[in-house]
C-alpha cells in the first residue's frame, strides 16, 4: 500500500508477549488438535502435552475449545502459575471458581444456584470436589463431559515442595480415572523426563509435544495478519523462515518489527533486506521472552548452548560446511567433558534447541540473540558453580591456609582433589598452575597454563609469558643455558619489546663465554679418566670386529642375547629341550642336559635332566625336558605345544608350565599310551600378538603337534587364533577368558568373562545390595574390556547402575581424582578393578587413594568404596603390593585351592612343587589332561582325530584340579567361576549365595 493516509494509522495485528485467543489469529497445529480430539473421543481421561518455552503452549490451550468438538465437551482453562506456593485447598477452590466462571460464560441452566465450596471448606475435606462439587457441575453440563486445561502445571514441580502441594498429584490421581465425566489437558514447559514425580501420573497418558509449525503454517502466520497491509515478497517469507525456523514467537516477533518499521516508513513491500535490517530490533523486542527463555535451562545446557552458537559463528565465518561439534569445541577452550555436559548436548537436540547434530542452533534468531547477549567467554565461568560448592570451598580454604604457613606441597593435593570433584572449577587451574612454578614442577605447570590459555584468550600472551620467565628463571639456575635462551626467545616472539628477557639472553651469552674454556678443560680431563680405565681386551675385541662404544652398551631385545658380550643374537622362541627359556635361572646340571639333547644323546639327556630336577624343585622347565628325554628316548612321542609368555610374564608363564609338566609326568610314569610318552613343546610369545602369530605360524608347520595348550593373553590368543583355525589344529587356552574368542579349534579350561562378569555382578547386586559402582579397566586389552561390558550387562540387568568408568590406560590419570570423582560426583559404592597385568599396579594405587580417603582422611566422608575385581588381581603381588588397602577385596577367580574339591590336587601340586599354585598352574593342568584324554580316544592320534574327541571329553574331578571337566559345543568349561576374598591378608572363600 502506498500514501501517508495510512501512515501510523493501523495497529500491529502481530502478537507478541500474550496468548492468541483469537482463533482468525492462530495458524497451524491441525494435527495437534485432531490428536486431542480423537483421544477424547476415545474416552482418553489424561492426555498430556510438553514443549519448550515462548512455543505457544498456552495459545494452545485458549484454541483447543475452538478447534476440537465442543458439542460433546465443555472446556475449563485454568492456569497454575503463580500457585506452587499455595496449599491444595486454595488450589482447589481456586479451580472451583474457574468452572463456575466458565459456566457463567455458556449461561447453562442452574448455574447461579450451584453451590460454591469455599477455601476453608476444602481445606477441612478435600473430598467436597470430587463428591459434591463435581456431581452438581454434571447435573448443569447435561450431557457434556468437563476437560479441565491446565497451564503450567509443572510449576508445581520444584524444589520447594510441601507435603501438601505433593499431595496434589497423588489426588488427581486418586480421582479422575473414576470420573467418567472428568477429563485433564495438562500442559508443561518441561519434558515428561523432566518430571520424575509426575510420571507415575503421566505413564499411562498419551503425550504429544507442541513443537514447531510446520512451513505451510508458518508462511500463513507470516502472511494472514496483515494480508491487506504488507506485501511480503518471497525471497522475505524464505528469509523470515530461516531466521526463525517455524517458531510461532520468534515467526511473530520479526514481523511485528517488520510492521513497525515499514509502517514508519509508509513503505509496504518487504524485501530480504527489510528482514535482515530488523533483525537486531527483533532481538531487542523478544528480549524480556528469551530471557525467560534462557532460565528455564541449567547450567550445563546454557554453556552448551553458547558453545554450539560461537563454533556455529566460526564456521559461517570461515565458509565451512558443519561446525565443529560443541563438545569438541568445548575441549578445545579448556573444558574437560564431563557426564553433565554430555547428557546437556543431548536434552538441548532432544528438545529442539539443537538440530540433530547438536552443532547448529534450530533458530537462527535465538543464535544470534545468543552470540550478542551470552557469549561462551562469560558463560562458561558459570560451571564453576553446579558441583559440590560447599566441599569444594572447604578444600580451597584449607589449601590456602596451607599456601600461608608454607605448606606448599600438600596444598597441592588439596587443589588436586578440587579438580578431582569438579574438573571444571577454573580458578582453582589458576591456583594450581601458580603454586606448581613456585614448586618448580614445569611439565604440571605446562599442562595446566596450556589450558588456561585454552579458557581464557585474553590471559594466552600473560600466562604464557610467566611461565616461560619463572622456567627459563629456573634453567639458569640449573646450567641448562641453550634451554633456557628458548624460552626467553618465546617471550620476545610474544613481547618483542620485553627488556627482563632481552637482558636475560644477554648475560646468558656473556656467561657461555666465559666459561666456555673452563668447560672444555673438564670435559677432556673426563675422557681421559675414562680411557685410563678401559680394559684392553674389549678394546682388542672391538677393533678386530669394527664394534663401537654405542653397540657394546646397548641392550639387547628380550628374544636376544650377549655373544661375546658385544654382539646381540636372536635365540629361539621354541625349545623342546635344546635350549632354555629361562636363563636367568641357573642350573649347571640342565645346561649340560641341554647339550646332550641338542647332539641327540636322549639317555644322558634324560639322567642330567633328573638331577636338574632335584637341583630346583620348582623349576617345571626342566621337569617338562626330562620327560622330553625320555619320550624321544622311548620314540615316536605324542607331542602337543605349550604357548607361555617368558620375558614379559615369566612368573604367570613358570605357573602355566608347571600345571602341564605336573599332568605330562603323570601321564609318562604312567607309562603313557599304546608305549608312546608325552613331549611337550614350549614356546614363548612374551603376550605379544605380533610374536604370538610367529610362534602360531612355526607350530602349525610342525606336523608332531597335535594340539597347542595357550596362549595366556586374550589379545595374544587371539592373533594366534586365525593361524590355527586354517591348519585344524586344536588349542586350550588355560587362562585367556575374552568373550571375544571362539572358534571351531577353540577351548579353554577357564571359565569365560561373560561367566566371570555374571557371577560379579550377581554378587554385587543382590548379596552385597550395591547399587551404584565405578569400573576401572584397561580399554587396550580384550580381557578387560570385555570383563567390564559383561560385568555392565549382567549388573544393569539386576536394576544396578555403573555411574562411570575409567580406563587405566590414560597417560593423564591421576589415580586419587578418580577416587574421589566416583564417591564424592558420582555417589558409587563399590570400585570394580578390572585391570589387564600391564596396569595391575595402577589398580592397587586405586585401592590405596581409596584407603585414604577413608573416614579420618576427608571431612564428611563416608567408608570409601567397597572393592571388587577379576582374576588378573588374584596372586602374591595384590596381598604385597596392596597391603591393608586390599582387605576386603572381592575378586572373581577360576580355581582356588581352599574348596574341598580342590583340596587333592593343591597338596600333590605342593608336593610336586614346594609350595603353593596358581589358578594358571590349575587350569593348565587341566588343559593337558583334556588333551590327554582325547589322545587316549585316538586309535591313531592326528590333529584332525584330536579336535574330534575334545568334544567327547569327560573328567571327573578326581582326574582334574577340582572340578569334572567337560566342554561345551561353543568349547567353553562347564563350571561357574569361584569368588575370594582378601581376609587378614590372605585369599579366603566369600559365600556367594
Not at 41 to 55: E, F
Not at 310 to 315: M, P, S, T
Not at 763 to 768: A, E, W
Request: net charge negative; with cysteine.
Amino acid at each position: 500500500m502506498n500514501g501517508s493516509q495510512f501512515q501510523g494509522n493501523y495497529r500491529n495485528p502481530y502478537i507478541i508477549g500474550s496468548a492468541i485467543d483469537e482463533p482468525e489469529k492462530f495458524f497451524g497445529r491441525e494435527s495437534l488438535f485432531q490428536f486431542i480430539e480423537d483421544n477424547l473421543k476415545q474416552n482418553v481421561k489424561l492426555i498430556l502435552l510438553h514443549g519448550q518455552r515462548r512455543i505457544g503452549k498456552s495459545s494452545v490451550l485458549q484454541q483447543i475449545p475452538n478447534f476440537v468438538g465442543s458439542d460433546e465437551f465443555f472446556f475449563v482453562n485454568f492456569d497454575i502459575q503463580n500457585k506452587d506456593k499455595l496449599p491444595l485447598s486454595s488450589i482447589l477452590h481456586e479451580l472451583v471458581q474457574a468452572i463456575v466462571e466458565h459456566l457463567s460464560d455458556y449461561d447453562l441452566p442452574y448455574s447461579d444456584d450451584l453451590k460454591v465450596p469455599s477455601s476453608e471448606d476444602l481445606g477441612y475435606d478435600q473430598d467436597i470436589f470430587f463428591d459434591e462439587f463435581l456431581p452438581e457441575v454434571y447435573k448443569r453440563l447435561r450431557n457434556k463431559k468437563l476437560v479441565l486445561l491446565l497451564d503450567e502445571f509443572d510449576v508445581l514441580h520444584n524444589n520447594h515442595h510441601t507435603a501438601e502441594e505433593e499431595s496434589l498429584f497423588s489426588y488427581i490421581k486418586s480421582f479422575y480415572k473414576k470420573d467418567d465425566n472428568l477429563f485433564i489437558i495438562p500442559v508443561v514447559g518441561r519434558y515428561p523426563d523432566d518430571l520424575p514425580k509426575m510420571l507415575s501420573l503421566f505413564r499411562e497418558a498419551p503425550t504429544q509435544e507442541i513443537g514447531l509449525l510446520d512451513r505451510l503454517s508458518t508462511k500463513r502466520l507470516i502472511s494472514n495478519p496483515a494480508q491487506n497491509l504488507l506485501e511480503y515478497k518471497q525471497e522475505a517469507i524464505r528469509a523470515i523462515l530461516e531466521f526463525s525456523a517455524g517458531h510461532p514467537y520468534f515467526t511473530q516477533v520479526i514481523c511485528w518489527s517488520i510492521f513497525a518499521k515499514k509502517r514508519d516508513e509508509n513503505h509496504w513491500q518487504v524485501t530480504r533486506e527489510d528482514v535482515t535490517s530488523i533483525l537486531d530490533q527483533a532481538i531487542e523486542h523478544a528480549k524480556a521472552g528469551l530471557a525467560w527463555f534462557w532460565d528455564g535451562l541449567l547450567i550445563p545446557e546454557k554453556v552448551v548452548f553458547s558453545a554450539v552458537a560461537e563454533a556455529q559463528e566460526i564456521a559461517i565465518s570461515e565458509r565451512q560446511k558443519n561446525p565443529e561439534h560443541p563438545l569438541t569445541f568445548l575441549k578445545k577452550r579448556g573444558v574437560v567433558q564431563t557426564d553433565y555436559l554430555t547428557q546437556a548436548a543431548n536434552q538441548l537436540s532432544e528438545k529442539g534447541f539443537l538440530d540433530d547434530t547438536q552443532c547448529k542452533v534450530k533458530v537462527e534468531l535465538v543464535r544470534r540473540w545468543l552470540i550478542k547477549f551470552h557469549p561462551l567467554d562469560i558463560e562458561i565461568w558459570e560451571l564453576e558453580k553446579i558441583e559440590h560448592p560447599e566441599a569444594i570451598d572447604k578444600l580451597r580454604q584449607a589449601a590456602t591456609s596451607l599456601v600461608e604457613n608454607n605448606r606448599k606441597s600438600t596444598a597441592v593435593n588439596l587443589y588436586e582433589q578440587v579438580l578431582a570433584l569438579h574438573p571444571n572449577h577454573f580458578q582453582t587451574l589458576w591456583d594450581l598452575a601458580d603454586l606448581y612454578l613456585e614448586l618448580e614442577d614445569f611439565d604440571k605447570a605446562r599442562e595446566l597454563c596450556q589450558r588456561i590459555c585454552q579458557l581464557d584468550p585474553k590471559e594466552e600472551e600473560k600466562t604464557l609469558l610467566k611461565f616461560l620467565e619463572t622456567y627459563g628463571h629456573y634453567l639458569i639456575t640449573q646450567e641448562e643455558f641453550e634451554l633456557a635462551k628458548e624460552q626467553y626467545k618465546q617471550v620476545l616472539k610474544i613481547d618483542s619489546n620485553r627488556l627482563s628477557a632481552q637482558q636475560r639472553l644477554k648475560e646468558i651469552e656473556v656467561f657461555q663465554n666465559k666459561s666456555s674454556t673452563i668447560r672444555e678443560y673438564i670435559s677432556q680431563y673426563r675422557v681421559n679418566l675414562r680411557l685410563l680405565g678401559t680394559i684392553t681386551a674389549v678394546l682388542g675385541i672391538m677393533a678386530l670386529t669394527g664394534f663401537g662404544v654405542s653397540q657394546l652398551l646397548a641392550p639387547c631385545q628380550p628374544d636376544e642375547q650377549k655373544e661375546f658380550g658385544i654382539r646381540c643374537k636372536s635365540i629361539s622362541r621354541i625349545s623342546r629341550g635344546d635350549l632354555t627359556l629361562f636363563p636367568g635361572i641357573e642350573n649347571d646340571y640342565r645346561d649340560q642336559g641341554i647339550k646332550a639333547f641338542g647332539k641327540g644323546d636322549y639317555s644322558q639327556a634324560t639322567d642330567l635332566f633328573d638331577k636338574a630336577v632335584k637341583e630346583n624343585l620348582n623349576d617345571p622347565e626342566v621337569l617338562i625336558y626330562y620327560n622330553n628325554a625320555r619320550a624321544k628316548q622311548k620314540g615316536s612321542p605324542l607331542t602337543l605345544a605349550v604357548v607361555v609368555p617368558v620375558e614379559n610374564e615369566s612368573g604367570k608363564a613358570q605357573e602355566m608350565l608347571r600345571g602341564v609338566a605336573q599332568a605330562q609326568n603323570q601321564f609318562n610314569k604312567n607309562k603313557g599310551f599304546n608305549d608312546q610318552l608325552l613331549e611337550i613343546v614350549i614356546a614363548n610369545d612374551g603376550n605379544k600378538p605380533e610374536k604370538a602369530q610367529e610362534v602360531a605360524q612355526e607350530l602349525v608347520k610342525d606336523p608332531d603337534v597335535l594340539g597347542v595348550i595357550g596362549h595366556n593373553s586374550s589379545g595374544s590368543t587371539k592373533a594366534a587364533l586365525a593361524e590355527y583355525e586354517k591348519a585344524g589344529l586344536a588349542i586350550i587356552s588355560p587362562t585367556s577368558t575374552s568373550t571375544s574368542l571362539s572358534g571351531d579349534v577353540f577351548f579353554r579350561t577357564a571359565p569365560s568373562d561373560a561367566a566371570a562378569g555374571k557371577k560379579l555382578a550377581e554378587h554385587t547386586r543382590t548379596i552385597l545390595e550395591l547399587e551404584k559402582v565405578v569400573i576401572f579397566y584397561d580399554e587396550d586389552s580384550p580381557y578387560s574390556r570385555t570383563l567390564k561390558e559383561e560385568f555392565t550387562k549382567e549388573f544393569e540387568k539386576l536394576e544396578g547402575e555403573v555411574v562411570w568408568k575409567v580406563d587405566l590406560g590414560n597417560p593423564n590419570l591421576v589415580h586419587s581424582k578418580e577416587v574421589s570423582r566416583s564417591l564424592l560426583v558420582y555417589q558409587a559404592e563399590a570400585a570394580v578393578l578390572f585391570p589387564s597385568t600391564k596396569y595391575i599396579s595402577d589398580a592397587i594405587k586405586i585401592a590405596k587413594a581409596n584407603e585414604e580417603l577413608k573416614p579420618g582422611k576427608l571431612e564428611n566422608q563416608n567408608q570409601g568404596l567397597k572393592l571388587l575385581g577379576g582374576d588378573a588381581l588374584y596372586g602374591q603381588t595384590t596381598l604385597t603390593e596392596g597391603g591393608k588397602a586390599v582387605e576386603g577385596l572381592i575378586l572373581v577367580v577360576p580355581w582356588f585351592r581352599e574348596r574341598p574339591e580342590s583340596k587333592g590336587f593343591s597338596e600333590d601340586a605342593g608336593e610336586q612343587w614346594g609350595g603353593q599354585v596358581s589358578w594358571r598352574t590349575a587350569t593348565s593342568f587341566d588343559a593337558t589332561k583334556a588333551f590327554i584324554k582325547a589322545l587316549s580316544l585316538s586309535s591313531n592320534p592326528s590333529r584332525e582325530k584330536i579336535l574330534q574327541e575334545l568334544q567327547n571329553v569327560n573328567l571327573l574331578s578326581s582326574d582334574t584340579s577340582g572340578l569334572p571337566l567337560q566342554f561345551t559345543i561353543e568349547g567353553e568349561r562347564n563350571s561357574e567361576p569361584i569368588l575370594v576374598k582378601i581376609e587378614g591378608g590372605e585369599y579366603v572363600l566369600e559365600p556367594s549365595r
